[in-house]
């Protein structure tokens, strides 16, 4: 048992509880929680949130924030979204969305670094910098598309967005990959745990000649990546582009990290517990949808749900306190 | 003129920047400086002010609060049913009900924020998605159009006819402003909790140990920007002659980002009202300016992203705010 719980970390096991109880607790009160139809839904509403989670994710861990994932996501999409469009629209061949994407990721990459180069060598607070980047691309975004809906995108696009492979919905399995990814790149790689040393104390990681200004462009960078990778998803499941989509999102990300354990201040988080408290979020939102409830009422619960586990968090940092002492 | 510079070298680049902006602007469209467009700004932006000395307060005492501007909406919604109950009210009974109503949610936040050691963002974001979700689920996202007669007046406190034949004219919300920024302003500078503030925001753990009380200070600082959430709340009601639990979601951001600009630190211990000011100030005078110029309304937020970002990448090249990492324990 003290294996399993070095292993995964006392926070899993603790989000793991969590699920188990909305689980039952909705599965009892919701008679079509319990069913193949419900987890399919989920299945198909987490990766969306989870990649721009994981964008959000990376940031956070070095001590910063990035405000600008959901806009970054939409100009990726909007790229995508021009290249099909200028190549044929709903017959546009399968290399043009090959080069629409490439094209999506780059831009997604640039917005990042550009935040990242900004942040690293004048030393601007990450919020205030990814605040102005956001407020930018959101203004590039309605100047480019006077604030309409773009679509009309080739059928192949469908099984991206909709589609099973082995019962397994694409997005979900994209989501898996790029959360492999993530976890893979913060606990094996140089960059990873660099990122983890800057949160930490900037100063130290400075001195300990970690390349800190290189490695915060770096995080931005690959950050914006990720939104690209969310953008294009995007624009695949809901089959048309609008700036502003999905920016309830925002907020909903960094409530997720922090609710993963994430450390607010930066220097610890791990990417499995941000998935699990993901599914969680999802399970609780899918759940009171049965009950009844719209997405409003799910907006609260996740707030007050928040609360909730920083509170218990605070009750279980008291216990051993009170023992010695 | 020295001490200024030295004691306030954001505000007065700031200054500086916004003296040039507005030169340019001024040569580019005739119509710029002129008394009406001056105090169209003015009345426009009141209430941006009025939520950005709230805010700096908080900023000062190390903390953020992301919650305001949907605490706004909530209080905006909860008066019109008070005023329905009382049977109508006034001007006096609705900055009491506002601004109480308002301090009991910031009350709410320092409450969390001080009993369970949360960090203000993650309570304030918590508190976000909490009072946006209820207010949507319990208004159902309906408009209240049915505000009392003194609330929805216009109130014109001063005008002047201008020999164009237009009317320059001060609305109630500018008072409010002023009166909320003198207060902010007396507040942080003359008193001695203000100075606590400025030393709890600075370094909370030398602050405790030098026996300023925690607990009040952050009530003080979130029941100051509660205060100031709830009273902006009435203005832009006042100003739309609506409510509508949505209109405010996003201000906040928008709020922020003039804060920071207007040389208020994320991580406590500096900032200045005439830094909010300035920071509200150049963001609408830029917004202003290409309104003027004919320049597409699509394009504004793109200059003004562009322009923050370019003023925050000249005015913070020190690196005193990156290399020196503060750990909040308390």
């Known amino acids: ?325 | 003129m020295r001490s200024f510079l030295r004691n306030y070298p954001t505000e007065a680049k700031l200054l500086a920047v916004l003296v040039v902006i507005c030169a340019a602007l001024s040569s580019a469209s005739p119509s710029f400086l002129t008394l009406v467009n001056f105090t169209d700004l003015l009345n426009n932006n009141a209430v941006n002010v009025i939520w950005a000395v709230g805010l700096v307060v908080v900023l000062i005492a190390g903390g953020i609060d992301i919650s305001f501007a949907v605490a706004a909406s909530v209080v905006q919604y909860l008066c019109v049913f008070v005023f329905g109950w009382i049977g109508g009210g006034n001007w006096a009974i609705g900055f009491v009900v506002a601004g109480a109503l308002g301090i009991s949610l910031g009350l709410i936040n320092a409450f969390l924020i001080h009993q369970f050691r949360i960090i203000s963002i993650v309570v304030t974001i918590a508190t976000f998605n909490a009072f946006f979700g209820l207010l949507m689920f319990f208004s159902s996202g309906r408009f209240l159009y049915n505000l009392p007669g003194w609330w929805s007046d216009r109130l014109i406190l001063w005008e002047y006819e201008t020999s164009g034949g237009t009317w320059a004219e001060i609305r109630l919300p500018v008072v409010v402003m002023v009166v909320a920024m003198f207060a902010t302003w007396a507040l942080i500078r003359h008193t001695t909790t203000g100075r606590q503030l400025y030393a709890f925001g600075d370094n909370p753990e030398g602050a405790r140990r030098a026996g300023i009380n925690i607990a009040l200070m952050q009530a003080i600082a979130f029941g100051w920007m509660g205060l100031m959430a709830g009273i902006g709340g009435l203005m832009q009601s006042h100003i739309t002659r609506e409510v509508v639990p949505n209109a405010l979601y996003g201000r906040e951001l928008e709020v922020l980002a003039a804060v920071v600009l207007g040389g208020a630190r994320l991580g406590g211990g500096r900032g200045s009202v005439l830094g909010c000011f300035l920071g509200v100030a150049l963001i609408a005078v830029t917004q202003n300016g290409l309104n003027l110029m004919g320049v597409s309304p699509y394009a504004f937020k793109m200059v003004v992203g562009l322009t923050i970002l370019i003023a925050i990448s000249m005015s913070n090249l020190d690196f005193s705010a990156m290399t020196a990492p503060k750990r909040r324990d308390l």
């Open chain 1, 1 to 325: 048992m003290t294996r399993l719980r070095n292993a995964l970390g006392g926070e899993v096991l603790g989000l793991i509880g969590f699920l188990i109880l909305v689980v039952i607790l909705f599965g009892l009160t919701a008679p079509r929680f319990l069913t193949a139809a419900n987890f399919g839904s989920i299945a198909f509403q987490l990766p969306e949130l989870g990649l721009l989670t994981l964008a959000m994710l990376i940031p956070i861990i070095s001590g910063g924030l990035n405000l600008a994932i959901v806009f970054t996501a939409n100009i990726a999409g909007l790229t995508l979204a021009w290249v099909l469009n200028t190549h044929g629209g709903v017959d546009a061949g399968v290399e043009w969305f090959v080069v629409g994407s490439l094209g999506a990721l780059i831009v997604g990459a640039l917005a990042g670094m550009v935040m990242g180069l900004v942040i690293a060598y004048t030393g601007a607070h990450p919020i205030l910098v990814s605040l102005a980047m956001m407020i930018f691309l959101r203004g590039l975004g309605e100047f480019l598309t006077k604030g309409g809906d773009i679509s009309g995108f080739p059928d192949y696009l469908r099984p991206l967005g909709h589609g099973l492979i082995l019962g397994i919905p694409v997005p979900l399995i994209l989501f898996a990959v790029a959360a492999f990814v993530w976890h893979i790149l913060l606990t094996r790689t140089r960059h990873g745990f660099a990122a983890t040393m800057i949160g930490s104390n900037i100063r130290a990681a400075a001195y300990s000649g970690i390349h800190t200004k290189r490695t915060l462009t770096l995080i931005y960078t690959l950050s914006g990546l990720m939104c690209a990778v969310a953008g294009i998803l995007m624009v695949a499941r809901f089959n048309s582009v609008r700036v502003g989509h999905g920016e309830a999102l925002l907020l909903v990300t960094v409530l997720a990290c922090f609710l993963g354990g994430v450390d607010p201040f930066g220097g610890f988080g791990r990417v499995v517990p941000v998935v699990i408290a993901l599914i969680v979020l999802q399970a609780l939102s899918s759940g009171l949808n049965l009950l009844g409830a719209n997405q409003h009422l799910s907006t609260a619960v996740w707030g007050l749900f928040l609360i909730g586990v920083m509170v218990l968090r605070w009750v279980a940092a008291q216990i051993p306190k009170r023992r010695k002492g």
